[in-house]
């Protein structure tokens, strides 16, 4: 441990930065850098989202009008499976804890790289391999199940089904390993002086996730396994025709799908955390209990995949008890936003691009945990169920939370990433354009849900429906353009922004004490470890635009 | 879940020249490096149990809902077999962990024969259930639709399982001429490998072989992953890799060795001994 830190980057002209240090495609696919492996994560899940983005548009756009305008209705099964399938399996799970996780963890714990770095990598090439059999179905005949799989139509459909459930099994064994990493790294790594209440609480909504992964992911792993071996042979286990229970399927598959839909929601709180932090130069409000909370809906999230099958024959005595467990998780939910207005109240808030998504976060978020609510209520979910009421609650929180999140923590780390700046005001139009866009595209889903109209199907009635669904369209096509600024400025960064400062936005969290981009092995000397949220002995040089600590700042490891 | 860098010793010191060559550039010291790797056996043990559940879970809810079809369905398992491979598997594992032992003591011949005497019990485990698997193969005790008897065994045999579930009316009439006789072809093919069944047969008896291959075959592909991970230590034991600091890999696959005989001692009470 060193104890000693002179100057942020010190050296760091001397030594060349991790992107440049070796050359060669082979340096990044057999590279055991955690900063490569994630930005080779961050590389492949944007391709994966623009595939399934373009599904997306091929949903809306048929939607305009009923009926068949340009794909039939088979082909509007695929399209919106393949949709579903692409985005929570290639993208949004493996989203932030594998992109921004692997590349900001282990600079966060002052150290050289995760606790496993071959299985690290080995996760990204089980990712490249799954997505591969994703494409394969693609070219083979389709996937129209649904990205849930439910028994028993697929044992019965005619499309892929055996290539999208093996490429979701690798992609599962892909998601373990990152768990394991994650969890073994934070459990060994920390630097001495860090205790688990001074970690910053991206690292305890990443310990939170990787619960999550590692306790969940296995289930579904089986249930799978089952439904190939259902397919293969006709075992009768998942399949009613021999004498199968596809109840059982459902709730094997929620016990995983639905702890899954906090390995989406939780990394995302986790980074608000730190964005509200940073941006209102104000320590955060309440950290054990944003801490505790973000463990508690990793262990609550376990106990409510019930709600999920409230019209699928299950007791109603388990229903009502799954309805009651479901309303215990909004509790540790709520207490975050209520910790992040805190953080803000008479903070000194700074509208950079970061803030600017970490606010639609809390604004879209809010939307989607309340409508949660009525869907978690047993008798407003019969009514609901099923309906476009489901689907925009559920685009409220994946999107409007998890994918605003990430956009934020992009964003915010890309700097550090690539050593440069972007546009501001690139950046904060395509933000705003993709928050108005996604409220147009969304909300009108609401009250359509809500009159009646069923998810899944590709025609409706002209007079009720069709003004929610062109709105929803216009909205779409306006995310997109949002979400095409976005690549451009950042892209646009990399060639002609400015060179970025060690810190540029005043952080407070270790890896900010790294240079822009950092070196190879990350810190030359492990540095000293101060409060994660403690902003007021850092001063901005007005020259470099650089934070810097004064020399006040006493780290908490020197006691 | 092995943490060593695999280059050599030469490179390694000029890279690090403080760290010995079996530690990997971002752990302290040996004992950080092995409490990093032990942690995540542990973890990936916890996920391999959750993938096992999913198969646990699956054979509690049908047992519950249909008992009959189990304690009918078992009477074909070979419990004597299943004895022995519970035995060897055991005895296996005493082994596996006689080899960390070794490792720890820096005995390199002990490791190196403990190791290989692992491989052989998992190789003679295999080798049983390959015999078992034959038996059920050959007697169409499959799961799902390939779940049939051979056609003599059909006309002969009033008691053997049949495709259709409609059949059990007619097991139930030729109950009463054969019973005693049942399986008496089959018995002399596999010199007694199965009790004869008793009572009729119950419907949808292919859930059972369904349940059954899907958790040994699962089972089975997790005892060939070891026999795989302990070639690979073998390899190493011989090429002395291991010493009383760098003893990890060892220590950790015995861990995983003791799960899959874990789960084996599991297996075996729960579908061979119903009755």
């Given at each position: 441990m060193s104890t000693t830190q002179t100057s942020v980057a010190v050296g760091a002209e001397v030594e060349p930065d991790y992107l440049a240090c070796s050359k060669g495609w082979k340096s990044w696919l057999f590279t055991l850098d955690h900063k490569r492996i994630g930005v080779m994560y961050l590389i492949a899940i944007s391709a994966s989202f623009f595939l399934g983005g373009l599904f997306a548009l091929g949903i809306r756009l048929e939607l305009f009008h009923p009926g068949e305008d340009f794909v039939d209705a088979d082909g509007y099964n695929q399209l919106f499976t393949l949709h579903g399938a692409v985005m929570v399996f290639l993208f949004i799970i493996p989203g932030i804890p594998a992109a921004?996780?692997?590349?900001?963890?282990?600079?966060?714990?002052?150290?050289?790289?995760?606790?496993?770095?071959?299985?690290?990598?080995?996760?990204?090439?089980?990712?490249?391999?799954?997505?591969?059999?994703?494409?394969?179905?693609?070219?083979?005949?389709?996937?129209?199940?649904?990205?849930?799989?439910?028994?028993?139509?697929?044992?019965?459909?005619?499309?892929?089904?055996?290539?999208?459930?093996?490429?979701?099994?690798?992609?599962?064994?892909?998601?373990?390993?990152?768990?394991?990493?994650?969890?073994?790294?934070?459990?060994?790594?920390?630097?001495?002086?860090?205790?688990?209440?001074?970690?910053?609480?991206?690292?305890?909504?990443?310990?939170?996730?990787?619960?999550?992964?590692?306790?969940?992911?296995?289930?579904?792993?089986?249930?799978?396994?089952?439904?190939?071996?259902?397919?293969?042979?006709?075992?009768?286990?998942?399949?009613?025709?021999?004498?199968?229970d596809p109840i059982l399927y459902q709730h094997f598959f929620w016990f995983y799908s639905h702890p899954a839909v906090y390995i989406m929601i939780l990394p995302a709180m986790a980074i608000v955390s730190e964005l509200v932090s940073v941006f209102s130069r104000k320590p955060i409000f309440g950290y054990k209990m944003i801490a505790y909370s973000s463990v508690a809906i990793a262990l609550l999230g376990f106990l409510v995949w019930g709600h999920h099958m409230f019209t699928s024959g299950e007791s109603k005595v388990a229903a009502a008890i799954f309805s009651a467990l479901t309303f215990s998780v909004s509790i540790p939910s709520a207490i975050k936003v209520f910790n992040w207005l805190a953080t803000m109240y008479k903070g000194s808030i700074s509208l950079a691009t970061p803030m600017l998504y970490a606010l639609a976060f809390i604004f879209l978020f809010l939307i989607g945990g309340l409508t949660g609510l009525f869907l978690g209520t047993l008798s407003t979910d019969v009514h609901l169920h099923d309906t476009y009421f489901v689907v925009a609650h559920f685009h409220y929180v994946m999107v409007g939370g998890t994918l605003f999140a990430f956009l934020g923590g992009l964003h915010y780390w890309w700097p550090k990433m690539f050593g440069r700046m972007y546009s501001e005001k690139g950046a904060a139009i395509s933000c705003l354009v993709a928050f108005a866009g996604f409220n147009i595209a969304f909300f009108p889903m609401f009250p359509l849900g809500a009159k009646g109209m069923p998810r899944r199907y590709w025609y409706y009635l002209e007079q009720d429906f069709i003004s929610y669904h062109q709105l929803a369209t216009v909205g779409t096509v306006l995310l997109g353009f949002g979400l095409l600024g976005i690549v451009i400025v950042l892209l646009r960064s990399l060639k002609s922004g400015e060179k970025a400062p060690a810190n540029p936005w005043g952080g407070a969290t270790m890896e900010w004490d790294a240079a822009s981009p950092p070196i190879h092995h990350n810190f030359h000397h492990t540095p000293p470890v101060h409060d994660p949220y403690r902003f007021d002995d850092l001063r901005r040089d007005p020259a470099t635009g650089n934070y810097s600590r004064t020399d006040a700042a006493e780290p908490v490891s020197s006691h | 879940?092995?943490?060593?860098?695999?280059?050599?010793?030469?490179?390694?010191?000029?890279?690090?020249?403080?760290?010995?060559?079996?530690?990997?550039?971002?752990?302290?010291?040996?004992?950080?490096?092995?409490?990093?790797?032990?942690?995540?056996?542990?973890?990936?043990?916890?996920?391999?149990?959750?993938?096992?559940?999913?198969?646990?879970?699956?054979?509690?809810?049908?047992?519950?809902?249909?008992?009959?079809?189990?304690?009918?369905?078992?009477?074909?398992?070979?419990?004597?077999?299943?004895?022995?491979?519970?035995?060897?598997l055991i005895c296996s594992s005493l082994t596996a962990a006689w080899s960390v032992r070794c490792a720890q003591l820096g005995q390199r011949k002990g490791l190196i024969l403990t190791l290989a005497l692992t491989i052989i019990g998992a190789f003679g485990f295999l080798g049983i259930k390959y015999v078992e698997y034959s038996h059920k193969f050959h007697d169409g005790l499959l799961p799902g639709k390939y779940y049939q008897v051979q056609s003599e065994s059909v006309a002969d045999v009033g008691l053997a399982p049949s495709v259709t579930g409609a059949e059990g009316d007619a097991a139930t009439t030729e109950a009463d001429s054969g019973a005693a006789g049942a399986h008496a072809a089959v018995e002399d093919e596999h010199a007694g490998s199965h009790a004869p069944a008793e009572g009729p047969e119950p419907d949808n008896v292919k859930i059972f072989f369904g349940i059954y291959f899907a958790m040994t075959g699962v089972h089975g592909l997790h005892v060939i992953i070891g026999i795989g991970v302990y070639i690979w230590l073998l390899f190493r034991a011989i090429r002395g890799d291991f010493r009383p600091d760098y003893y990890g890999p060892v220590d950790f696959t015995a861990l995983y060795w003791h799960l899959v005989d874990l789960i084996w001692i599991f297996l075996f009470p729960l579908l061979y001994l119903i009755h």
């Open positions: 921004l996780g692997n590349f900001v963890l282990p600079l966060m714990l002052g150290a050289k790289d995760v606790a496993f770095p071959r299985m690290n990598l080995a996760s990204f090439w089980l990712w490249m391999f799954g997505a591969v059999f994703f494409v394969a179905v693609l070219a083979s005949g389709g996937l129209d199940t649904g990205w849930t799989f439910y028994t028993p139509y697929s044992v019965e459909a005619q499309t892929a089904v055996i290539a999208a459930a093996t490429g979701a099994f690798i992609l599962g064994f892909s998601s373990i390993f990152t768990g394991i990493n994650f969890i073994v790294t934070i459990h060994k790594m920390r630097p001495v002086g860090m205790t688990w209440f001074r970690m910053p609480l991206f690292l305890w909504g990443m310990y939170a996730t990787a619960i999550i992964q590692v306790l969940a992911t296995p289930v579904l792993g089986i249930t799978l396994l089952l439904l190939v071996f259902e397919r293969l042979t006709g075992a009768g286990i998942f399949d009613p025709n021999n004498g199968g | 879940m092995t943490i060593a860098e695999p280059s050599t010793p030469v490179q390694h010191e000029a890279e690090h020249g403080d760290h010995p060559p079996f530690i990997a550039h971002h752990f302290e010291d040996a004992n950080h490096q092995f409490e990093s790797g032990k942690l995540g056996m542990w973890i990936f043990l916890v996920t391999e149990i959750l993938f096992f559940s999913g198969m646990f879970c699956a054979y509690a809810v049908y047992r519950s809902m249909h008992p009959e079809i189990f304690s009918y369905a078992a009477q074909f398992l070979d419990s004597k077999l299943g004895g022995i491979n519970t035995v060897v």
